[in-house]
């Protein structure tokens, strides 16, 4: 574990300098800014995520709904039991990628979702039947049907605004299936069903966001490429429910 302790803002103001070079004489602003305590698997302060060489996401959701966030790195569920900093690492899938975690269904313990990263494989749900500290109560269900090859976007919202978690998830043109690459959204029905759409094919998508981004309440896409067609960038913005 390491600690550091940011100098202060005040500190910074002091040794400033003015517009003509001369130090300011200015009463110090005391405004804190954090300091920081260091956890690390290297370290030891954390456990390592997985086995492999390859990890493409963390997120932090609380899985089992008892208040306390937890971390999903990797394959784990990182559970927090409490006293700040013990993580207790439980297995979920078989394979790193991308990462998400939601209420996709009723119930106090979320779901799991997992997609490729930056290889191939399934659009996977896990869902917990069971004691959510046992990896074999989590069951794994594939929602699209073929493989999401290079899916390096995975996000969760509620998309058509039905109340109900929505999945959004797409694959990356270069390295990927080229103009075969795929967007689809998965909209849920509250019960962990899922409706599958395409949204686009042929354009890259590699971390692409949910987010509102003209304000009208409804969730859009923000969309970027990995090197295919650089520079660019595209936005989707989210006209809502059509005939
Ligand atoms: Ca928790
Ligand atoms: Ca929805
Ligand atoms: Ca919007």
């Not at 200015?26 to 804190?32: I, T, Y």
């Not at 869902?127 to 500290?133: E, I, K, S, T, Y």
């Not at 309440?217 to 960038?233: A, F």
Request: charged letters at 20%; aromatic letters at 8%.
């Amino acid at each position: 574990m390491e600690t550091c302790f940011v100098k202060t803002l005040s500190m910074v103001l002091a040794t400033s300098l003015l517009p003509g070079g001369a130090a300011t004489a200015a009463a110090p602003v005391k405004v804190p800014i954090p300091g920081w305590t260091h956890l690390s698997s290297r370290t030891g302060d954390l456990p390592e995520p997985n086995g492999g060489t390859e990890q493409t996401a963390c997120v932090t959701f609380d899985v089992d709904g008892d208040g306390k966030t937890d971390l999903l790195a990797g394959q784990f569920w990182f559970r927090h039991r409490g006293g700040g900093e013990a993580f207790e690492p439980i297995p979920i899938s078989d394979r790193p990628g991308r990462v998400r975690a939601g209420h996709f269904m009723p119930g106090k313990v979320a779901q799991i979702v997992y997609s490729s990263g930056d290889g191939d494989g399934p659009l996977r749900l896990y869902a917990c039947q069971g004691d959510p500290a046992d990896p074999h109560a989590w069951v794994p269900r594939t929602l699209l049907e073929r493989e999401v090859l290079s899916g390096h976007t995975l996000e969760v919202g509620d998309i058509d605004g039905d109340g109900n978690l929505d999945i959004f998830c797409a694959e990356m043109h270069t390295p990927g299936p080229g103009a075969r690459c795929r967007a689809w959204i998965l909209y849920g029905d509250g019960q962990g069903s899922f409706r599958a759409e395409v949204l686009s094919t042929g354009l890259c998508n590699h971390d692409s966001r949910l987010a509102d981004v003209n304000g009208d309440g409804r969730l859009d896409i923000v969309s970027k490429p990995y090197t295919w067609d650089t520079p660019r960038l595209d936005v989707w913005l989210n006209q809502g429910p059509v005939p």
